[in-house]
Structure formats: structure tokens, C-alpha cells
């Protein structure tokens, strides 16, 4: 062999291209009482909570893989809880021994992933984390917007946001930026919006369909991740009430 170190290195280069162009990764999908369908990827800020986590069925990976086995774990009491499966079902073990035991804040560790391609080829794959939390702020994958909101974007253009139901997560960039709110073919007249800050409940009125810089600067600036704020008291061009919505910041 004339250069031996030049064949290392290409065995390695190769190596490593191969772990690279597979980036397969679990995930969790659900549907909630509102209609809508989530999915939770692990991603920083998102959250599950308890009742939610027990309606899932399985683990799933993308389209052309499928889930050989896995295991959940989580610290549960003083203990350390750890349950198998040997499919891409959840078992009655990690649902009533973890699942059902974790309280808010508890991380839930699904590892030892093992997923299958079409010819058979098994890999271990990337574990996902869970976070439990009171509430579950994950992403919609399908469902039907009540309303929605135009806002700046970091170019100045003007964008829209749909708002799907009463379990929408807002990130704060689009709130700090927030024009006018439309509800679904209702013309807005006047709305409210309210919610706590510190220890202070806050609440500004519009009387228009325009969001006025007391939202934007005392409210939707000022709100943590994960404050719930209220748009109610909304009003259309007949004067008929609208239902309120609720949302999460993110």
C-alpha cells in the first residue's frame, strides 16, 4: 500500500458520511378534545402534559422507517423507573408505572430507539426527552384557525398568523410586532387584551381591530414564555360578542 494514511482517512471520511445522511428522529403526534393534531419533536419549548402524553399510541419516525423497540425511563419518587417495549407501541407498563406517575417537570427519556429500514437494516437512533408540564405546547400539524394577525416581520413586510383554537403558542417576535386581528370572516370593531404580569393583571382595550402600543409594550414585551394572554371582549361591526382567545407565549 503506497499511502496507508490516505486510506485511513478515506475510511473515515466514508464513515462519517454514512452516520451524517442518516438523521432519522422519533417523534410523538396526537389529536386534542379542540380537533386539532400535534406533534412533539423535543424541540427547546416544548412541552407535554400528562393527559396528553396518554392519549398517544406509538412512536413514530419518518415515512420508510419503523420502530423495533424502545425504552422510556424517568426519575419517578425517590426511584429510577425504566420500561421496554419491544414495537412501536407504548405499553400499559410505561403508561401506568411513568407516564401516569410523572408530575409537572419531570423529564421523560425515550431511548435505546431501534428503527428498521424497507430491507430489514436496523440503527439505534437519537433519544427523545419529554417534558412534562401543566400544559402542552407543541406544534399544529393539523387543525382549523379561529382567527388571525398580521404583523412586521424583520424586513418591515407585513405577514399573517393564524391562531388555531384555544391551545395556540405565539412566539414574541410576532406579538411585539402585531398590526390588526381578524376573526375568521368577522369584522372587528373592539377587543381587549389581558393578561398577568408579575404580579399585576394588566388589560388595554382597542376600539378598533388594531392591537395599540399598550398591548405591544406592556403586555406581549413584557410576558414571559409561557404567560397566558386572553384577546376577549371582542366585538363585531353588529356589535355581536365573539368568542375569546386564548393563547400561550413563546
Known sequence: MKNPLKLLLLIVTIFVCTISAFS???????????????????LQGETMSKSDLLKIPELSVETGYVVKSFKVSAHIGSAEAERASTSSEFTDAQRS???????????????????????????KISPLIITVSASSQCEIIEGHSVAHLTYTDDAGAVQEYKIFSNDAVIPQSVLINALELYHNAEDIKSFSVS???????????????????????????KAPSGTKIYIENIKDGAGKSLPVILFMVK
Open 24 to 42: 432519522q428522529n422519533a417523534y410523538l403526534t396526537y389529536s386534542a378534545n379542540n380537533g386539532n393534531r400535534y406533534k412533539y419533536s423535543g
Open 97 to 123: 408505572d411513568i407516564f401516569k406517575k410523572a408530575s409537572a417537570g419531570t423529564k421523560i427519556y425515550i431511548e435505546d430507539i431501534v428503527v428498521a429500514d424497507k430491507n430489514g437494516v436496523r440503527r
Open 195 to 221: 393578561a398577568k404580569i408579575g404580579i399585576y393583571f394588566l388589560e388595554y382595550m382597542s376600539g378598533s381591530n388594531k392591537f395599540t402600543n399598550g398591548m405591544r409594550n406592556e403586555i406581549f414585551a
